[in-house]
């Protein structure tokens, strides 16, 4: 891979890592509910869980999308279900009469991982930086992609749990927090909407 070429892929997995997207938006969700140090295993779920993605797409399971294309209208039903699910679980998630009490859980290291699977937005960045950066599908060129996303999507995605926590203050009040939770779900909903109209 060329240098011009590795900083354009450096230059998309930064964009496409730090723009508003389900990721992010679960993330400010989090930070703002749990903090941010227990949004940490959330945070490295999509960072680690999202770069095994790249490397397995381009490893093989691209040629699925070739060979079988119902593949990809099942896969964006699954990811537009799962994800108002989410949405109505934010939407209701009960804000803690305590705020130093540890009520709720935020999403598990495992749980962000997965959830890397029916995002759509990640299989849209995953499939892109594949076809575009690793055209001959090599492994190194697999591998470099794959590494490139998880040195520039990790601390991409953190400052979304940040301004979550910085939030956090703002939103002393149970009325102020479900507010707030009530918009995250809102814009997790909205999120879909070019996956739907595409």
Request: overall charge positive.
């Amino acid at each position: 891979m060329t240098h011009d070429l590795l900083l354009a892929l450096v230059a998309f997995a930064f964009v496409s890592s730090i723009t508003p997207g389900p990721n992010n938006l679960m993330l400010m969700a989090s930070g703002a509910n749990f903090g941010f140090r227990r949004t940490v295993p959330h945070m490295l779920g999509i960072g680690i869980g999202f770069t095994v993605m790249v490397i397995l797409v381009g490893a093989g399971l691209i040629g699925i999308f070739d060979a079988v294309p119902v593949t990809h209208q099942v896969l964006k039903v699954v990811s537009i279900l799962y994800l108002l699910w989410l949405a109505w679980k934010i939407a209701h998630a009960a804000p803690p009469a305590d705020r130093s009490e540890t009520a709720g859980r935020p999403m598990t290291f495992l749980q962000a991982a997965a959830f890397q699977w029916v995002n759509p937005k990640a299989w849209t960045m995953a499939l892109t930086a594949i076809a575009v950066y690793a055209p001959d599908r090599s492994l190194w060129a697999i591998l470099l992609v794959g590494l490139t996303f998880g040195l520039v999507n990790l601390p991409s995605v953190s400052t979304w749990a940040v301004l979550g926590q910085q939030l956090r203050r703002f939103l002393t009040s149970p009325a102020r927090l479900r507010v707030f939770n009530w918009t995250m779900a809102a814009l997790l909903v909205a999120s879909l909407l070019p996956v739907v109209y595409h």
